[in-house]
């Protein structure tokens, strides 16, 4: 339980630096194996910003979205329910995380879809995109099971979903892999951010579309690496 806590706080803390969320928005929660309980990031007057999350801003919470433990002056995030949900419907869910990075929610915002401009300079993130991302088409905080179990149904079985004027929720066999799918997503929002900027973004051509899209079977072979780098980029220990 506390390595886990600790893994999920210090998720917390590198999507912070990385500004893929502000102040205090967004939460990264792990299922405790075996059991109907998940370890979240907490909200209240206690609760430190995402960036400075330490291990016991990390509480467990039911099912049900009730807190079960961890200081008075923290509680279960409003939107539990995105992370319940997910367990709930989806076994292979591991790790959720939801945050609110500014360039991704743009393109929700502005209603321009995220397009494959990109191929072997970024193939993890444009095979991403290449796999379907949904977009869940209302702004509101997901705050009880109803809606819950609705954001959850149009995630369905995909690793991210756009939530519109709002945010983003990833999730994966691993905190770190759900928090590496989330800055990906980032990345190729914003590429296509600046790419909006300089001109007239073009899909690169159909055929190097179905070669990303069959994707490496390494698939998640650099995961590891590449946390490690994160890791390090912001100061955290690999
Ligand atoms: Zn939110």
């Known amino acids: 339980m506390q390595e886990l ?3 999920v706080a210090k998720a917390c803390r590198v999507l912070g ?7 205090a928005t967004g939460h990264i929660s792990a299922r405790v194996p075996g059991t109907e309980t998940l370890l979240i990031r907490a909200r209240g007057e206690g609760e430190s910003g995402v960036r400075y999350t330490a291990p016991d801003d990390v ?51 502005c209603n321009k879809p995220l397009l494959p401009i990109y191929g072997a300079y ?6 991403l995109l290449l796999e379907g991302i949904p977009l869940y088409p209302r702004s509101i905080t997901v705050s009880n099971d109803k809606l819950g179990e609705e954001f959850a149904s149009t995630m ?12 983003i929720t990833t999730c994966g066999p691993s905190v770190e892999e759900a928090t590496l799918t989330a800055i990906k997503l980032n990345e190729l929002a914003d590429m296509n951010y600046r790419a909006h900027l300089l001109g007239d ?20 072979k ?5 946390w490690r780098y994160y890791c390090s980029l912001v100061g955290e220990e690999g």
């Open 5 to 7: 806590r600790e893994r």
């Open 17 to 23: 630096k990385l500004e893929l969320t502000k102040a």
């Open 59 to 109: 509480i467990p919470v039911d099912f049900s979205g009730k807190k079960l433990a961890g200081r008075g002056d923290l509680e279960a995030p409003q939107e539990v329910f995105i992370h319940t949900w997910l367990y709930r419907t989806r076994p292979d869910v591991a790790a959720v995380v939801h945050a609110h990075p500014k360039t991704v929610v743009l393109f929700t915002i």
């Open 122 to 127: 970024d193939p993890t993130s444009v095979k």
């Open 156 to 167: 369905k079985g995909h690793a991210c979903c756009l939530m519109r004027g709002h945010g």
């Open 201 to 220: 973004p073009q899909p690169i051509p159909d055929e190097d579309i179905a070669h990303f899209k069959s994707g490496s079977k390494g698939k998640g």
């Open 222 to 226: 650099h995961s590891n690496a590449l």
